[in-house]
């Protein structure tokens, strides 16, 4: 009956290993790179629907899996870059619709949006603010949605059961990237499944802590 | 009847993008990632008897992509620094059995070695060394078999057709980069497959030149 709630993340990747162009999605000549990795997204229903694009869209496998991805998330968890770019970017009724808590050094109040999305901002670190999401979820998961920056902390604290990489056909040469800094010593990755879809591959891992070497 | 020669190149690479650790596959605390990365060839009765380690291993779906490999190359070009480190570790009947052609900036007289393989020094560029190996590959393909800078300089000078990475489910955190200073204004690549086997995921491309941003 109890099934594990699991704490997640899902982004798209480029080949050599980039999550966004340099300066961010909306930086200086950054716009084409972001559109080049996303752009397996951009065309599908759900996206279209979710950000209040219109009507229409492709319904595919591709549809598919973003729509079992926004269902299964009950909370989400954010980095406060992520927060400021998106504050400007998403429709007023944000694309959540569940509570999300973002990562800051900044107090401030809870902001609702309509259409079910809640920003709360957590001023007392990762672990706070992922308690918090897991509580709010309920039986459903938690996903770190980012940026990068933030998936990296959970990572490398052990915090993330499992990932899935949508690896895109294309190179960036700069950029931000999604494994800048792991601590490999300590993240080891099982892979779970993956999937081709016509315009990327499906990368999905199971997360383990690898043994700390024994002192010799 | 004519089928077109190919060039490519066919690497391991860890979920971060590298292709060797730090200090190379013999460098300090190397080898146990080095061994990580290419898990999935090693236990390979093909690997085996190519590198005369004995009889027994694998047959299955990985010893048949080795293979096919193999089979399809009629000559292989590489850099120096590879070539340096195979030298020191490759049995004496080194495990090419073709022509291959080592991009050096050092004069050296061919170095034949039993069961067919044969080193030509080549100190006049990469489209020297490529051409050589073109002209004595027959119908058969040129690998650009390493390390990660000639592969680059081949990549970036448009001269690769395809490739194949076998995406291993490790991280690094640092070595080696495949796409360090690849020219991303200029490469682009398209998938032509993806094929899961039990170690890996191998991941082939297609590569196409971009155009050339028109002036402005």
Redesign the interface.
């Given at each position: 009956m109890a099934v594990a709630q699991k704490v997640f993340f899902s982004v798209s990747m480029s080949?050599?290993?980039f999550i966004a162009p340099e300066g961010g999605p909306y930086g200086q000549g950054g716009a084409t790179?972001w559109g080049e990795l996303q752009q397996w997204i951009f065309p599908q229903r759900f996206f279209r629907e979710n950000l209040r694009l219109g009507p229409g869209g492709e319904e595919g496998r591709e549809n598919d899996i973003l729509g079992a991805t926004f269902a299964r998330t009950g909370a989400s968890v954010m980095g406060r870059g992520m927060f400021d770019l998106g504050e400007r970017a998403w429709p007023e009724e944000a694309p959540f619709h569940t509570p999300v808590y973002v990562v800051t050094h900044h107090e401030r109040g809870p902001w609702p949006r309509p259409g079910g999305t809640t920003f709360h901002f957590i001023d007392d670190g990762i672990e706070a603010a992922l308690d918090a999401a897991r509580g709010a979820a309920g039986s459903r998961d938690v996903r770190i949605a980012g940026g990068a920056a933030t998936i990296l902390q959970y990572l490398n604290a052990g915090l993330i059961d499992e990932f899935t990489?949508a690896?895109a056909?294309?190179?960036?040469?700069?950029g931000l990237?999604?494994?800048e800094?792991?601590?490999?010593?300590r993240?080891?990755?099982?892979?779970l499944g993956?999937e081709?879809t016509p315009r990327v591959?499906h990368?999905t891992?199971t997360v383990r802590r690898r043994q700390a070497p024994s002192p010799s």
């Open positions: 080949l050599d290993g790179q990489v690896l056909p294309v190179l960036f040469g700069a990237r999604l494994f800094g792991v601590d490999a010593g993240v080891a990755v099982e892979p993956v081709s591959t990368l891992y």
